[in-house]
């Protein structure tokens, strides 16, 4: 696929603005290949990202009509991988849209979600090739369209949007996909398993890289990031936090102790169950 864009920004916008995953990924790789090499300037003027591409034949409805991941078998495992899939279809724009959205900050911010961008990229081919081991593509199952409304919702602000989207979201990742590879492998799906563990770990560094900016975003502004955190997930959250968090990984990816504990006390409190030591 030709390559022409002149600046970081216009890749992304044509990456975010794909619809058809083949395409996507070969704008993702060009775009790697030509920043890799120098031949990307940053932008010098923020211009309004497209909306993300979903793929034509992806159906998306509420979270409830989603089809259920549970239950052995192949047609529960292709369920699951599906899921996960559309995770890091999803993923791949939301990183994007960071490299679109957000003018005028340092070179690394872009570094960052430009090699988060290949990676996601990455693990969506993974499951992408596994999916057609399980005799379907992506896009035979429905999914929801809710992981897109944070990036919305925080689009004006760059530390709700670290905040929020790697730090919440993302994060979300760690604490369930241990527990996930172990269902997976009591299943004897050590495939899946072996793509899952790579996603785990590589996820571990996507999260600290929000860590690391939403912290730059709030000593830009003066803003104390532990409180700022605590408040941005009560604004922004339709809910409390809910257990189960891995602190061991939380930790990795950046997460203080504040705000693991206000995680915890927070969880704990909406579900009436007395505040346990962090672990």
Not at 176 to 181: E, G, K, Q, R
Not at 194 to 216: C, D, K, N, T, Y
Request: glycine share 8%; with cysteine.
């Amino acid at each position: 696929m030709d390559f022409d864009a002149e600046t970081i920004g216009e890749a992304a916008r044509a990456c975010l603005a794909a619809r058809e995953p083949d395409e996507k990924i070969a704008l993702t790789r060009g775009t790697l290949k030509a920043w890799g090499h120098g031949k990307l300037r940053l932008d010098t003027r923020p211009v309004a990202p497209p909306p993300p591409g979903i793929p034509a034949a992806l159906e998306l409805v509420a979270p409830g009509k989603v089809p259920r991941r549970r239950g052995r078998g192949p047609r529960a495992m292709g369920a699951l991988v599906h899921a996960v899939a559309h995770i890091e279809y999803n993923a791949i724009n939301l990183a994007w849209d960071c490299v679109a959205r957000f003018s005028g900050l340092p070179r690394a911010f872009y570094e960052d979600w430009v090699r988060v961008a290949g990676e996601e990229g990455r693990h969506f081919e993974m499951l992408s090739a596994r999916l057609r081991d399980l005799d379907m593509n992506y896009g035979d199952l429905p999914a929801h369209g809710e992981l897109w409304v944070m990036a919305e919702k925080t689009a004006h602000d760059l530390a709700a949007r670290m905040a929020m989207v790697p730090r919440v979201l993302e994060a979300r990742g760690l604490d369930v996909t241990p527990a996930m590879i172990e269902r997976v492998r009591a299943a004897g799906d050590e495939i899946t398993v072996g793509i899952l563990e790579i996603i785990l770990r590589e996820e571990i560094g996507h999260v600290a890289a929000g860590s690391r900016w939403f912290r730059f975003a709030c000593e830009r502004s003066g803003l104390n990031p532990d409180e700022t955190f605590a408040d941005l997930v009560g604004r922004y959250l339709a809910g409390p936090p809910k257990r189960p968090f891995s602190i061991e990984y939380r930790r990795l990816a950046g997460f203080s102790e504040a705000e693991l504990s206000f995680l915890e006390t927070a969880a704990d409190k909406a579900a009436n169950v007395p505040a346990a030591p962090l672990r």
